[in-house]
C-alpha cells in the first residue's frame, strides 16, 4: 500500500487563489520531504527539500515567496502554492524517504489546473 | 551540474517488440534508479542498481549499470500494452542531501 499519501489528489480554482497541498508520510517520520513539479509528459522537476523544524531549501529558480513550504511535524509537509495563476498549473509531486534517504516514496501528485 | 540524458524521448512500439531505453551521464553516480510512472499518479520504483556493471532482472525487464557507473540501460523483452508509461531514471546528487535528480525521460506506447 501507498506510503505517502498526497491531498488532494486535484485541484481547480480561480486565479488568485491560494492553494495548499498536504503531502504524508504514513508509517514512518521522515525528516526531510521533496516537492517536485512535472509539466505534461516531461520529468520531475525538484523545486524544494522540506527539513523539519526548518526552513525549506529552493533550488535555483523557483519563488519561495510564491511556493511556501511548511514541515511542521516529522510525517507531515504542506505546499501552498500562493496567489496562484494560470501558469501555476501544473501537476505537484512529493515524496519522503525513511531513515538514509533512498529509496525515495513518491505520493501519487497533485493536479492543479488554476482558472 | 549532473544531468541525466535519456533516450529515446518518445518511443511507439507493438506488442512483443523488444525495446531499449537509454539513461546516460558525464558523471559519476553512487547508484541509480528506474521509476515507470503512469497518467495522474506518481513515479514507482522498478529497480536500484548500486554496482558498476550489475545486471538485474524484474520479469521481462533487464536492467543494468554501466562500468563507470556513469549510465544505465533498461531493456524490455516482448513489449506488452501495459508497459506503456514514462520511465524515469534517477540518481542521487550525493553530499549531505537526499536529493535525487531525474532522467529527462523516455514515454513508451506499446499498441496493441
Known amino acids: 500500500g501507498a506510503v505517502v499519501s498526497q491531498h488532494p489528489s486535484r485541484v481547480i480554482c480561480k486565479s488568485g487563489t491560494s492553494v495548499k497541498i498536504e503531502c504524508r508520510s504514513l508509517d514512518f517520520q521522515a525528516t526531510t520531504m521533496f516537492w517536485y513539479r512535472q509539466f505534461p509528459k516531461k520529468s520531475l522537476m525538484l523545486m524544494a527539500t522540506s527539513n523539519e523544524g526548518s526552513k525549506a531549501t529552493y533550488e535555483q529558480g523557483v519563488e519561495k515567496d510564491k511556493f511556501l513550504i511548511n514541515h511542521a511535524s516529522l510525517t507531515l509537509s504542506t505546499l501552498t502554492v500562493t496567489s496562484a495563476h494560470p501558469e501555476d498549473s501544473s501537476f505537484y509531486i512529493c515524496?519522503?524517504?525513511?531513515?538514509?534517504?533512498?529509496?525515495?516514496?513518491f505520493g501519487d501528485g497533485t493536479r492543479l489546473s488554476i482558472l | 551540474t549532473q544531468l541525466l540524458e535519456q533516450s529515446p524521448q518518445f518511443l511507439s512500439i507493438q506488442e512483443g517488440e523488444n525495446l531499449t531505453v537509454y539513461c546516460n551521464s558525464s558523471?559519476?553516480?553512487?547508484?541509480l534508479q528506474w521509476y515507470r510512472q503512469e497518467p495522474g499518479e506518481g513515479p514507482v520504483l522498478l529497480v536500484t542498481?548500486?554496482?558498476?556493471?550489475e545486471v538485474k532482472k524484474l520479469k521481462r525487464l533487464t536492467f543494468q549499470f554501466g562500468d563507470a557507473r556513469k549510465d544505465s540501460s533498461l531493456h524490455i523483452t516482448a513489449a506488452q500494452p501495459g508497459d506503456t508509461g514514462l520511465y524515469l531514471c534517477?540518481?542521487?546528487?550525493?553530499?549531505?542531501?537526499?536529493?535525487?535528480?531525474f532522467g529527462t525521460g523516455t514515454l513508451l506506447a506499446v499498441q496493441p
Open positions: 515524496s519522503a524517504g525513511r531513515t538514509g534517504g533512498q529509496p525515495q516514496h
Open positions: 534517477a540518481g542521487p546528487l550525493g553530499g549531505a542531501t537526499n536529493k535525487l535528480i
Open positions: 542498481v548500486v554496482t558498476g556493471g
Open positions: 558523471s559519476v553516480f553512487s547508484s
